[in-house]
């Protein structure tokens, strides 16, 4: 079976109703970066950076995956299908997808502070100043903050390096080390960038870019790669 490896960013839920970060209306307006998404952040103000991903929370359990998230999951009936994500949603799971890879954390979940390796699948939507793991500290939301390192690079990294096709849905191609993984695809593979404003790093060969919307690129692509076998 060829191994498709495809590799999403927040403009994949973005016909979602969720919100990408850098997009004009994006959610920076609003909340600084270093207000919000930084260990500093963290220590200087946990009530906000909790709002913060509280908002968030809630707007992710009202959207619904959308027809990128679930043509994604037909390629599963010919190939053997791998999904990285930055995204923090868990649209793709909730449109089926089982092999998926969270670079910066879920904000489904929770983690102690103390312990990285005890992490909790939240009931509700809200994580509160006051609420502690069983060891007895404050839970955080279980997200990747910038400037923080991301421990699933290296598996994200061993993938890319093993497909057969790789798939770019939705990114700006922005935020490092996870915008550094275009680079990994081997010499034969076939890669494809889908997004309407499409940003790969200039020299860059061996992709072939769809600027379109992921409901529009997505399933199109998906549609041809199932009839054609192509590649
Ligand atoms: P980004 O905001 O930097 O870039 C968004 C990209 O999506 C842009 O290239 C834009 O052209 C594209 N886009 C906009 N509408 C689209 C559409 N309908 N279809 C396809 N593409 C569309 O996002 P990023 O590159 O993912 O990096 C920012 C960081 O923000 C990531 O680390 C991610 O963790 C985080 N983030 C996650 C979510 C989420 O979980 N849904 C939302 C916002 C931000």
Redesign the pocket.
């Known amino acids: 079976m060829k191994r498709v490896v495809v590799f999403t960013?927040?403009?994949?839920?973005?016909?979602s109703g969720?919100?990408?970060?850098?997009?004009s209306g994006?959610?920076w307006d609003e909340y600084p970066i270093e207000e919000v998404a930084t260990p500093q952040a963290w220590s200087k103000n946990p009530a906000l950076v909790l709002q913060f991903y509280n908002l968030r929370r809630e707007q992710v359990a009202n959207a619904r995956p959308n027809a990128a998230h679930y043509a994604l999951e037909e390629l599963r009936s010919v190939f053997e299908l791998h999904i990285i994500t930055?995204?923090?949603?868990d649209l793709h799971e909730r449109a089926g997808s089982t092999n998926v890879l969270h670079l910066?954390g879920e904000i489904r979940k929770a983690r102690s502070t103390v312990n990285p390796d005890h992490v909790v699948e939240l009931s509700g939507n809200l994580i509160n100043v006051g609420d502690t793991c069983p060891l007895g500290s404050q839970l955080r939301p279980h997200i990747v903050w910038f400037g923080e390192s991301v421990p699933a690079m290296d598996q994200a990294i061993d993938l890319v390096s093993t497909a057969d096709l790789f798939l770019v849905?939705?990114?700006?191609?922005?935020?490092y080390p996870?915008a550094s993984l275009v680079y990994h695809i081997p010499e034969n593979a076939k890669a494809w960038l889908?997004?309407?404003?499409p940003?790969l790093p200039a020299g860059l060969s061996g992709y072939s870019i769809l600027a379109k919307?992921?409901?529009e690129g997505v399933p199109e692509l998906v549609n041809h790669l199932l009839t054609d076998h192509v590649f």
């Open positions: 960013g927040a403009g994949i839920s973005a016909e969720i919100r990408t970060f850098r997009d994006g959610l930055q995204n923090i949603d910066h849905v939705g990114t700006s191609l922005a935020v996870a889908i997004d309407p404003n940003q919307t992921a409901c």
